[in-house]
């Protein structure tokens, strides 16, 4: 992969799910699962996750299998797995 690409995973990048509770990252960007993830991630875009935004994980509800409470800019959602699988993010 191009490094340079928005996309492209860095070499310290995790994705969401994996961040830790009250972490504050940077998201570098999302990938495409499927060929309707453009859809989802125009979606995710729409909503404030972009590339150079904070984001930060308040609460789980299961760890790894349910959703978790996300904070993004001044906003805060919730996402599924699937969801935050796909952002990128590294440690701000």
């Known amino acids: 992969m191009n490094p340079t690409h928005p996309t492209a995973p860095s070499s310290s990048s995790i994705t969401l799910d994996t961040l830790?509770?009250?972490?504050?990252?940077?998201?570098q960007g999302i990938r495409t699962a499927t060929k309707d993830g453009a859809a989802l991630k125009r979606r995710l875009m729409e909503l404030g996750f972009v590339p150079g935004e904070r984001v930060e994980v308040l609460r789980r509800v299961l760890v790894g299998h349910g959703p978790m409470a996300v904070r993004v800019g001044t906003s805060t959602f919730a996402m599924r797995p699937l969801e935050s699988s796909l952002i990128e993010v590294v440690h701000a």
């Open 20 to 27: 830790p509770v009250h972490v504050v990252a940077t998201i």
